[in-house]
């Protein structure tokens, strides 16, 4: 398994914005596709956005498509979330994955297809 790290969580204002990293370190990163979710409290982990393992193709759940960006660097062992216009609904910890099987070429939404995952970080959305 990859072991994973996120920070950059903390509390915002609605509309605002944040960046969430995630830092890999253990099976090589560049091989297996990534994915945020993130769990609200009394909620299930609910998928938030995927990347292929060489970047550029990318996934969105619907309510965070157009305000969310993914993206990673391979050569940093790292993956990114950019948050804008941030909504009090957005409030939740969010939670990096990195998918069971190799070079994937397309990404999946469940979590039983992810075997690795970072210990969360909470983001708070003010109204």
């Known amino acids: 398994q990859v072991s994973l790290v996120e920070s950059g969580g903390g509390v915002v204002q609605a509309g605002g914005s944040l960046r969430l990293s995630c830092a890999a370190s253990g099976r090589t990163f560049s091989r297996y596709a990534m994915g945020w979710f993130r769990q609200a409290p009394g909620k299930e982990r609910e998928f938030v956005a995927g990347?292929?393992?060489?970047?550029?193709?990318?996934l969105y759940a619907d309510s965070v498509k157009g305000r969310f960006t993914i993206s990673r660097d391979n050569a940093k062992n790292s993956m990114y979330l950019q948050m804008d216009w941030l909504k009090p609904e957005d409030t939740a910890v969010y939670y990096c994955a990195a998918d069971a099987s190799t070079y994937r070429d397309y990404l999946r939404m469940t979590t039983e297809n992810y075997d690795s995952w970072g210990q969360g970080t909470q983001v708070t959305v003010s109204s």
């Open positions: 990347i292929i393992w060489r970047g550029g193709t990318s």
